[in-house]
């Protein structure tokens, strides 16, 4: 029998209501400007996972009224010609956003590849750059997943300042980022990773739990303090997240489904961030 109490954080409501916003923005700089927001999509290889996640990523901007350019790039890509086909697109003024799908393959410097997107087309927020504004608290492109997490503890009114957050995972367009954000609006933060040691005694102190490990059904609800609440960021294959979400519900008071949380709203701000970048590399 279930003693649930959690309410649901519904990921795949809000972004669609965000989709929705960024739709009209798109509508209206292509009204204004007869430009259209494009975002560039760059895919090394055809791990399938990740052939679904850009295809993902190109159909939701087709409904957001947002050109997507698509540039597939064989496995054995070298560093330097995924570089210079990044910067063909940051220097090419019909694009407004690239996104570079991660993992890139062990053989390409996976960072020097992101750092060839320009700061301003850095929709995706996985520059240096960005990763610097999100750590100084400066206006800038999030990294999308972090980002999304914000937007739903923000529409579900979690009060964070002064919390204790958790982070397991630091991953440097994930779990790293999504500490900061947390930083900068006055949590008490907290990274857990693959070092350390007595995780269960961290998690059970987290108010706010965002799970980024890539390990399906880590997190055990055992693990949760009452009343938490719990940030599922895992997309393991065939859409399992990191919390194992039937205990974890029975002790949190809000919690994100996999699929349906966080996975959503990490398009919706892909998408929000190509018309803002648009709407200023076009001058509105
Ligand atoms: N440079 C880069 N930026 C990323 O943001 C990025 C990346 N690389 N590499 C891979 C991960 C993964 N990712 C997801 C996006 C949406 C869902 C998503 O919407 N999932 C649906 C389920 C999927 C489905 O409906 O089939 C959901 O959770 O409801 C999942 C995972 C972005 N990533």
């Known amino acids: 029998m279930s003693t649930s109490t959690a309410r649901l954080m519904d990921g795949t ?18 009204r204004r400007t007869g430009t259209t927001p494009c975002l560039a999509t760059v895919l090394v290889g055809a791990d399938p996972a990740s052939v679904t996640y850009v295809k993902m990523k190109q159909n939701r901007c087709a409904k957001a009224g947002i050109r997507s350019q698509h540039v597939e790039l064989p496995a054995s890509t070298t560093t330097e010609e995924l570089v210079a086909a990044i910067t063909a697109l940051s220097e090419d003024p019909e694009v ?5 799908q991660h993992p890139v393959g062990p053989h390409i410097d996976e960072r020097a590849a992101f750092e060839a997107i320009a700061p301003e087309k850095d929709v995706d927020g996985v520059t240096m750059a960005s990763f610097a504004a999100m750590g100084f608290g400066l206006p800038g492109f999030v990294s999308c997943t972090p980002g999304g997490i914000m937007r739903l503890l923000d529409a579900y009114d979690v009060e964070l300042s002064g919390k204790r957050a958790v982070v397991v995972g630091r991953s440097a367009i994930l779990g790293k980022p999504a500490g900061l954000l947390l930083l900068g609006r006055d949590a008490t933060v907290t990274y857990c990773h693959s070092r350390t040691t007595d995780l269960s005694a961290a998690v059970r102190e987290a108010d706010i739990l965002v799970a980024a490990v890539g390990k399906p059904h ?3 609800g055992e693990d949760i303090k009452p009343g938490a609440v719990v940030i599922d960021a895992g997309y393991n294959p065939g859409n399992v997240g990191d919390v194992d979400f039937a205990s974890a519900a029975e002790r949190a008071s809000l919690i994100t489904p996999v699929p349906g949380g966080v996975g959503p709203m990490t398009i919706a701000v892909l ?3 190509t018309v803002e970048g648009a709407e200023r590399q076009l001058g509105l």
Do not use: S
């Open 218 to 220: 880590f997190i055990k």
């Open 96 to 100: 407004h956003g690239i996104l570079l």
């Open 13 to 30: 409501a809000l972004a669609r209501r965000t989709v929705e916003e960024t739709a009209a923005r798109a509508a209206e700089i292509t």
């Open 271 to 273: 998408l929000a961030q």
